[in-house]
Protein backbone atom coordinates (compact mmCIF):
# COMPACT_ATOMS: atom_id res chain seq x y z
CA UNK A 1 0.00 0.00 0.00
CA UNK A 2 0.94 3.81 -0.12
CA UNK A 3 2.85 5.44 2.46
CA UNK A 4 3.78 8.77 2.87
CA UNK A 5 6.01 10.96 5.33
CA UNK A 6 5.60 14.27 5.48
CA UNK A 7 8.47 16.85 6.38
CA UNK A 8 9.34 20.03 6.57
CA UNK A 9 7.80 21.68 9.24
CA UNK A 10 8.93 23.91 11.80
CA UNK A 11 8.39 27.35 14.29
CA UNK A 12 8.22 30.48 12.19
CA UNK A 13 7.76 33.99 12.82
CA UNK A 14 4.51 34.98 10.86
CA UNK A 15 5.22 36.98 7.67
CA UNK A 16 7.81 33.67 7.25
CA UNK A 17 7.78 31.16 5.03
CA UNK A 18 8.34 27.21 5.01
CA UNK A 19 8.63 24.90 2.36
CA UNK A 20 6.74 21.28 3.25
CA UNK A 21 8.08 18.08 1.58
CA UNK A 22 6.10 14.58 1.22
CA UNK A 23 7.75 11.47 0.29
CA UNK A 24 5.59 8.81 -1.83
CA UNK A 25 6.42 4.68 -1.18
CA UNK A 26 4.50 2.31 -2.98
CA UNK A 27 2.13 2.53 -5.84
CA UNK A 28 2.59 3.97 -9.07
CA UNK A 29 3.55 8.15 -8.29
CA UNK A 30 2.71 9.98 -11.01
CA UNK A 31 -0.55 7.93 -11.19
CA UNK A 32 -1.45 9.35 -8.20
CA UNK A 33 -3.53 13.27 -7.18
CA UNK A 34 -1.98 14.22 -3.81
CA UNK A 35 -3.34 16.77 -1.66
CA UNK A 36 -2.79 18.53 1.85
CA UNK A 37 -4.96 18.83 4.89
CA UNK A 38 -4.12 20.21 8.33
CA UNK A 39 -5.47 20.43 11.53
CA UNK A 40 -5.04 22.47 14.57
CA UNK A 41 -6.25 21.64 17.76
CA UNK A 42 -9.44 22.44 18.78
CA UNK A 43 -10.86 22.24 14.79
CA UNK A 44 -11.75 20.24 11.76
CA UNK A 45 -9.55 18.91 9.50
CA UNK A 46 -9.31 21.76 6.58
CA UNK A 47 -8.46 21.14 3.07
CA UNK A 48 -5.33 23.00 1.91
CA UNK A 49 -4.20 22.01 -1.64
CA UNK A 50 -4.26 19.09 -4.09
CA UNK A 51 -2.21 18.64 -7.59
CA UNK A 52 -2.95 16.45 -10.43
CA UNK A 53 -1.20 13.57 -12.01
CA UNK A 54 1.45 15.85 -14.27
CA UNK A 55 1.74 18.73 -11.92
CA UNK A 56 -0.54 20.87 -14.15
CA UNK A 57 -3.94 21.47 -12.48
CA UNK A 58 -3.85 22.70 -8.70
CA UNK A 59 -6.58 23.41 -6.15
CA UNK A 60 -6.27 25.25 -3.73
CA UNK A 61 -8.26 25.98 0.04
CA UNK A 62 -9.66 29.41 0.67
CA UNK A 63 -8.27 30.28 3.66
CA UNK A 64 -4.56 29.53 1.59
CA UNK A 65 -5.12 30.85 -2.11
CA UNK A 66 -2.55 33.34 -2.93
CA UNK A 67 -0.35 32.41 -0.10
CA UNK A 68 1.18 28.56 -1.01
CA UNK A 69 1.95 26.65 -3.83
CA UNK A 70 1.73 23.05 -4.29
CA UNK A 71 4.20 20.94 -6.58
CA UNK A 72 5.09 17.65 -7.31
CA UNK A 73 8.43 15.90 -9.03
CA UNK A 74 7.60 12.48 -9.93
CA UNK A 75 11.05 11.74 -10.42
CA UNK A 76 11.53 11.42 -7.06
CA UNK A 77 8.06 10.54 -5.76
CA UNK A 78 7.59 13.85 -4.06
CA UNK A 79 5.17 16.36 -3.35
CA UNK A 80 5.55 19.70 -1.85
CA UNK A 81 3.84 22.43 -0.09
CA UNK A 82 5.71 26.11 -0.39
CA UNK A 83 3.64 28.45 2.22
CA UNK A 84 4.69 32.42 2.24
CA UNK A 85 3.25 35.40 4.28
CA UNK A 86 2.06 32.91 6.63
CA UNK A 87 -0.23 33.87 9.72
CA UNK A 88 -0.80 32.23 13.40
CA UNK A 89 -3.91 31.28 12.00
CA UNK A 90 -2.18 28.23 9.65
CA UNK A 91 -0.32 26.79 13.08
CA UNK A 92 -1.85 23.20 12.84
CA UNK A 93 -0.88 19.36 11.87
CA UNK A 94 0.20 19.13 7.93
CA UNK A 95 -0.72 16.20 6.61
CA UNK A 96 -0.08 14.44 3.06
CA UNK A 97 -2.48 12.20 1.09
CA UNK A 98 -3.59 10.56 -2.33
CA UNK A 99 -6.83 10.61 -4.03
CA UNK A 100 -9.22 7.87 -3.95
CA UNK A 101 -11.02 9.07 -6.82
CA UNK A 102 -7.77 10.17 -8.88
CA UNK A 103 -9.39 13.63 -9.25
CA UNK A 104 -8.92 17.28 -7.54
CA UNK A 105 -11.30 17.52 -4.65
CA UNK A 106 -11.89 19.67 -1.45
CA UNK A 107 -13.67 16.80 -0.08
CA UNK A 108 -11.27 15.26 2.24
CA UNK A 109 -13.12 11.93 2.42
CA UNK A 110 -12.16 11.41 -1.03
CA UNK A 111 -8.35 11.60 -0.03
CA UNK A 112 -6.54 8.18 1.69
CA UNK A 113 -3.27 6.93 2.92
CA UNK A 114 -2.62 10.15 5.47
CA UNK A 115 0.71 10.25 6.59
CA UNK A 116 1.91 10.84 10.39
CA UNK A 117 1.68 15.15 9.17
CA UNK A 118 4.51 17.54 10.32
CA UNK A 119 3.83 20.31 12.87
CA UNK A 120 3.62 24.06 11.62
CA UNK A 121 3.78 26.65 14.38
CA UNK A 122 3.28 30.26 13.10
CA UNK A 123 3.89 32.49 16.46
CA UNK A 124 3.00 36.68 16.34
Known amino acids: QVQLEESGGGLVQAGGSLRLSCIAAGGTFSGLVMGWSRQAPGKEREFVAAVSRAGDSTLYGDSVKGRVTISRDNTKNMVYLQMNSLKPEDTATYYC?????????????????WGQGTQVTVSS
Open 97 to 113: AVSVLGSLSKRLFEYAY
